[in-house]
């Protein structure tokens, strides 16, 4: 004879379960284990994902084309220099400071220009602020207003015993200052340098020392 098995008794209910109450009990269980399966699942796969991206950053090579180039302004005025008698200046300047362009200019009124434009770090290593240099070769005022876009002249500065004419305008709204916030002006040896920025006199007169640490006479 088959041996019948005693309802369970549920000490909640002080009684043996109905047949109802122990499929909901078993229908419950079910579920709840569903669940916390599914949030296993879950988490293993935001963990596959993260695992998947570090890989990418770290793996994939970076695509640095929208960086501004660095020019190397010391290699390109030397390889310049033999088409003019004049030197053309290749400042040494600090650790971080790059240049973005570097070239040989001819303009309309006929002026030939040595132009380097360098870009200054900020606190970050990241460029803050811009600085150009402008070496007119036997230029003229004329020459220097249109560089300067018809600054005033507000002063003069000495900077190791070279003087230079000083166009601080510092004090205009930022959609005034444009490249030519403060500039410095000194001519010798048949070359007029023109040094502007658009940030600060610091940096400005930074370039104009090393321009003038330079000079051979």
Excluded at 7 to 33: D, F, M, N, Q
Aim: negative net charge; proline residues 6%; glycine residues 8%.
């Amino acid at each position: 004879m088959a041996k019948t098995t005693e309802p369970r008794v549920v000490a909640e209910l002080g009684r043996p379960e109905t047949p109802e109450e122990t499929a909901a009990r078993k229908a419950e269980a079910s579920r709840l284990h569903r669940v916390r399966q599914t949030f296993r699942n879950l988490v293993a796969s935001l963990v596959v994902c993260a695992i998947g991206m570090f890989l990418l950053v770290v793996l994939v090579p970076r695509d640095d084309t929208s960086r501004l180039p660095e020019i190397d302004y010391i290699a390109a005025a030397a390889q310049a220099q033999p088409d003019h008698a004049q030197p053309l200046a290749a400042p040494v300047l600090p650790d971080g400071w790059v240049a973005n362009g570097a070239e040989i200019r001819t303009g309309a009124d006929g002026v030939t220009e040595w132009y380097v434009g360098f870009l200054v770090p900020g606190p970050s290593g990241e460029p803050a602020e811009y600085v150009g240099l402008s070496q007119g070769l036997d230029a003229n005022p004329t020459w220097v207003a249109q560089k300067l876009t018809d600054r005033t002249v507000t002063g003069e500065v000495n900077l190791d015993g070279h003087v230079w004419t000083a166009y601080d305008h510092l004090d205009l709204p930022d959609e005034e200052r444009g490249n030519t916030a403060y500039a410095l002006v000194l001519e010798h040896d048949g070359s007029t340098y023109v040094v502007y920025g658009s940030h600060s006199a610091e940096a400005v007169q930074t370039v104009a020392r090393a321009i003038t640490a330079g000079f051979t006479d």
